[in-house]
């Protein structure tokens, strides 16, 4: 089992920039896969981009692309998220994820809120 605990969320004006954390512990050795979802109130939780822990290879959302950059730190078993250029639209609960060999992400963090509002 993999535990995930995110950080970094918060309160930001439209144009602005955070940078989230996802500390892994556990069977870090299972893990083939990071990534950040979000859920926006009364949507349904999307990918915003995933990384993998070996070559680092990336995807992105549409939506994301070219504002967020995910990294990752093996060292430290951490995942970044770095938002630039915040929207509004860009308000949601954002959740870190892990997955193994399969393509299902199982493992979840407990959540950090975004809010993009002037």
């Known amino acids: 089992q993999v535990q995930l605990v995110e950080s970094g969320g918060g309160l930001v004006q439209p144009g602005g920039s955070l940078r989230l954390s996802c500390a892994a512990s556990g069977r870090i050795s299972s893990v083939y896969a990071m990534g950040w979802f979000r859920q926006a109130p009364g949507k349904e939780r999307v990918v915003v981009a995933t990384i993998t822990r070996g070559s680092g290879s990336t995807y992105y959302a549409d939506s994301v692309k070219g504002r967020f950059t995910i990294s990752r730190d093996n060292a430290k078993n951490t995942v970044y998220l770095q938002m630039n250029s915040l929207k509004p639209e860009d308000t949601a609960v954002y959740y870190c994820?892990?997955?193994?060999?399969?393509?299902?992400?199982?493992?979840w963090g407990q959540g950090t809120q975004v809010t993009v509002s002037s």
């Open positions: 994820a892990s997955r193994g060999a399969t393509l299902q992400f199982d493992s």
